[in-house]
C-alpha cells in the first residue's frame, strides 16, 4: 500500500515535471493534443488548445493569446460543431490533414483541407498566430494554413480579400455570439467591383462600406480612424493583389481587428 502510495506521488510529480517543462509549437503524425494539453508559440504570444467561449460548455479547438486575461480567441477550428465533452483529441494525419476527432467514438469531428501531399507533415503554430501544416520540420511550403481560414478576427501576417493566383477568397465572419463561435450574419471582405473597398455585408446586403482606398487609409473609416496611432502605414491595400492587413507599429504592440456578433468591425490594441 505504501509502495503503491510513493510511486503514485512520483509518477504525478514526473507528469507535473513533464507538463510544465515541455512547450510544444508543434505536432507530428505520432503525436496527439488531448484537452488539456496545449501547443505554445516560439515567444509565447499564442497557445493553441481546448476551451469553452463565454458561458457554453461546449468545447472547442481555438487559438488564444498565450498568458493574457480575459481569454482571447483569434481563431477557432470546430466552430460549428462543439464537442460535448473533454475527450477530444487533435492529430496529424500521415497525408497531413489536421483532424479534431471525439475521442470516444473516433469520429471526426473537424478537418483541416488537403492541398498537397506531405512525406512527414508537421502541423506547427507559428510566431504569428497561423497554425500550419507543412512537410517536415524545415518546409516553407504550407500545405494548409489556419490565415486561409480566417474567423472573425484578422491578426498582423494575416489577410482579406482575393489571391490573384487561387482565386480563394478571405473574409473574416462574425461569430454567432460571445458564447458561440459559430458563422453568424456578418462578414467583413473585399468587394473587387470598381474601386476596391473593403465592406461589411449581412448576408447580400452592404451594411458599412470602408473605402475606397486612397493610399493613406480607407477613406470613410471612422471605426479604424478612432486608432489613428497604430494606422495609417499598417494598412496596406494592393489593388492588385485585393488584400487589406494589418501590421503593428512595433513588435511589441499586439493588434487585431474584429468583426463584432453584432455588425461591428473594431481595431484593438494591447500595450504589453
Ligand atoms: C452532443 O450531445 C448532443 C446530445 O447530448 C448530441 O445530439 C450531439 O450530437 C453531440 N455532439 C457531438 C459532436 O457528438
Ligand atoms: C463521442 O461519441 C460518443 C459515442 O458516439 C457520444 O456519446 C459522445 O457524445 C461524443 N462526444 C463528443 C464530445 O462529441
Ligand atoms: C480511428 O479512425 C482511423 C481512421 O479514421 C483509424 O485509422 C484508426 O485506427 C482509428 N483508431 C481507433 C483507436 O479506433
Ligand atoms: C517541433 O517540436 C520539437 C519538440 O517536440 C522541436 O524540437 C522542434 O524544433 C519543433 N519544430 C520546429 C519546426 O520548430
Ligand atoms: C441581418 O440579416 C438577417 C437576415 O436577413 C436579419 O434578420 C437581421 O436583422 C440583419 N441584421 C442587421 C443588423 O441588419
Known amino acids: 500500500m505504501q509502495k503503491l502510495k510513493i510511486l503514485w506521488s512520483w509518477s504525478f510529480l514526473f507528469s507535473l515535471m513533464l507538463r510544465t517543462s515541455t512547450s510544444l509549437n508543434n505536432i507530428t503524425s505520432i503525436q496527439s493534443l488531448s484537452d488539456g494539453e496545449t501547443l505554445i508559440s516560439h515567444e509565447g504570444i499564442f497557445e493553441l488548445g481546448f476551451f469553452s467561449p463565454g458561458n457554453s460548455k461546449g468545447r472547442y479547438v481555438g487559438i488564444w493569446y498565450h498568458n493574457m486575461s480575459p481569454l482571447t480567441v483569434v481563431w477557432v477550428a470546430n466552430r460549428e460543431t462543439a464537442l460535448n465533452d473533454t475527450s477530444g483529441v487533435l492529430k496529424v494525419t500521415h497525408q497531413g490533414l489536421v483532424l479534431l476527432v471525439n475521442g470516444t467514438s473516433n469520429s471526426t469531428v473537424w478537418s483541416s483541407t488537403m492541398s498537397g501531399k506531405a512525406e512527414n507533415p508537421v ?150
Request: glycine residues 10%; hydrophobic residues 35%.
Open 123 to 272: 502541423a506547427q503554430l507559428l510566431v504569428s498566430g497561423n497554425l500550419v501544416v507543412k512537410d517536415g520540420h524545415n518546409g516553407e511550403h504550407f500545405l494548409w494554413q489556419s490565415f486561409d481560414f480566417l474567423g472573425d478576427t484578422l491578426l498582423p501576417g494575416s489577410k482579406i480579400g482575393w489571391d490573384p493566383v487561387t482565386g480563394l477568397e478571405r473574409t473574416l465572419t462574425s461569430s454567432r455570439s460571445a458564447d458561440d463561435p459559430g458563422h453568424g450574419d456578418f462578414k467583413f471582405r473585399i468587394d473587387p467591383r470598381g474601386i476596391p473597398q473593403a465592406v461589411l455585408t449581412n448576408g447580400t446586403v452592404i451594411m458599412v462600406r470602408v473605402g475606397p482606398w486612397n493610399g493613406l487609409v480607407f477613406s470613410g473609416a471612422t471605426i479604424y480612424l478612432r486608432y489613428t496611432k497604430i494606422l495609417p502605414t499598417d494598412h496596406d491595400f494592393r489593388e492588385k493583389e485585393l488584400i487589406c492587413k494589418l501590421q503593428p507599429l512595433d513588435t511589441y504592440s499586439v493588434i487585431r481587428s474584429v468583426v463584432t456578433p453584432w455588425g461591428g468591425v473594431q481595431l484593438l490594441h494591447w500595450s504589453r
